[in-house]
């Protein structure tokens, strides 16, 4: 088909045959013509970048000389796109989309579903978008003068994926930093074996139950001296421990050095205003000691004048603090504890703190050398801190028949609520234990032999002290 040139001025009508279907032409300018109308303009060569077509058709650039002929069949595009530029910009899509800006007008796109595009009407996606042609008709058209293919059929591309939701554990490494090589992972797998078991549960409550069947069926065992094994493993201990760990947060080193059986003799100092300090020492030999054994207290005289605590201190295997008692527990081969300062260790002032008071006459260092037991010291480092003595009433203690009635900043001006230990980070040490084998069971009467050993148990446990305030960097962390 060929074109017919027109006046000046006036552009020719050229017949565009589109998918069989034609459209008259409108006056206006087509192919990127730059300028006002009715200015003559050079034709510029058929652009390469996007569009083919097959030749049989012209158009008019309406600057009054004959148009070139150009091929419409369809539309074709490279990359996707293909544009006729006349007063307004035309874009088209690939499949036989076409898009259609009117003149005059901002970017407006349409999708042409196999249909002609006739006075800026374009079909976006099935749907029809209609826009009237200002003072121009597009013609639409390749220019690459390859062969023409036809159109194909618009085929709805599928949407996006999304991207994939990262998890928690990935929002908590890009959060903290943190990445799988990085240690991200390892972070939530610690805060995952924090996180509470539901089996745990289920087992405290079955330890309960059987507790419960065994105290009423009496199958439980007491020794000589009043000690009750299942009560202390299963109702006493278990009350201790959060004290133990989370509140004094103790930390326990040289366990090794307390033997795994026989009999133990193990001195410590003693400190806090109440004989907190010994019950921490027990908890940390049953947990933590390799062979889980139990510390037998020996326990001054006023334990057990105080009606409701003598039956529990002989139920969680105190004993009274005497020759006797330690000798027959030591004999038997149980791990006996004792702390040689009394009630002027505990009920000291805090103006001397960590200051150890007279061991005494010896007569636990008697009582292992006749048993023949090593001899454990053990220092602890933190009870001092609990129950801070600035006062002591002597009065009203002996109105009480008390040792001493501590005045600590917290009571007793803030009543029962200071009462409740200050939160002081604990240090529990056993040294290297003083073996007595050697000695034969005569050494036990000599006086001064006896002296020599307490002085050097007491001051192994002071040198202690001194080096484990050093190392401690502060009172309460």
Not at 96 to 109: D, E, F, L, P, Y
Not at 158 to 163: H, Q, S, V, Y
Not at 333 to 358: C, N, T
């Amino acid at each position: 088909m060929g074109g017919q040139p027109g006046g000046p001025g006036r552009e020719a009508d050229v017949p565009m045959p589109l998918q069989g279907r034609t459209g008259p032409a409108t006056p206006g300018r087509s192919d990127s013509a730059a300028g006002g109308a009715g200015q003559p303009d050079q034709p510029r060569p058929a652009r390469s970048n996007g569009s083919a077509g097959s030749a049989g058709s012209a158009e008019s650039n309406g600057s009054g000389r004959r148009s070139r002929p150009v091929g419409l069949n369809g539309t074709n595009s490279t990359n996707g796109t293909n544009s006729t530029n006349g007063a307004g910009d035309t874009t088209g899509g690939t499949n036989g989309i076409g898009s259609v800006k009117r003149a005059g007008r901002g970017n407006a796109a349409g999708g042409v579903d196999g249909a002609d595009t006739e006075g800026g009407a374009a079909r976006v996606n099935g749907a029809v978008s209609s826009r009237r042609a200002n003072d121009s008709r597009v013609a639409r058209g390749g220019k690459n003068k390859a062969t023409a293919r036809p159109a194909a059929a618009v085929t709805a591309e599928p949407p996006p994926r999304p991207a994939p939701e990262l998890g928690p554990e990935f929002e908590f490494g890009a959060e903290s930093g943190l990445g799988a090589a990085d240690g991200g992972f390892e972070v939530e797998a610690e805060a995952e074996e924090r996180a509470a078991d539901p089996g745990d549960l289920e087992r405290a409550l079955a330890e309960i139950l059987a507790f419960l069947r065994r105290r009423i069926t009496g199958e439980y065992t007491v020794d000589e001296h009043g000690f009750d094994v299942d009560l202390t493993e299963h109702v006493v201990a278990p009350l201790l421990r959060p004290i133990y760990r989370s509140y004094f947060r103790v930390e326990t080193r040289g366990l090794e050095n307390i033997p795994d059986q026989g009999g133990a003799l193990v001195v410590s100092n003693h400190s806090g205003a109440i004989p907190m300090d010994a019950l921490m020492t027990a908890v940390a030999i049953l947990d933590h000691h390799p062979a889980h054994r139990h510390l037998r207290m020996l326990a001054a005289d006023l334990v057990f004048a105080v009606p409701f605590l003598a039956p529990l201190a002989r139920k969680t295997g105190n004993t009274l603090a005497c020759q006797a008692d330690a000798e027959r527990l030591l004999g038997a081969g149980h791990l006996v504890g004792v702390w040689p300062e009394g009630f002027k260790g505990i009920g000291k002032p805090f103006s001397e703190r960590y200051k150890l008071q007279r061991f005494g006459r010896g007569g636990f260092v008697s009582a292992a050398l006749r048993a023949g037991v090593p001899i454990v010291p053990c220092t602890v480092v933190g009870a001092e801190e609990i129950y801070p003595m600035i006062g002591n009433s002597r009065t009203l203690a002996r109105v009480l028949g008390l040792p001493y009635l501590p005045i600590t900043p917290t009571f007793p001006w803030l009543g029962l609520l200071g009462l409740v230990p200050l939160p002081s980070k604990w240090i529990i040490e056993f040294g290297e234990p003083v073996d007595t084998a050697g000695y034969t069971s005569a050494a036990a009467d000599d006086p001064m032999l006896v002296f020599e050993l307490t002085d050097r148990i007491r001051e192994t446990i002071q040198h202690t002290l001194y080096g484990l305030l050093m190392q401690r960097r502060s009172v309460f962390f």
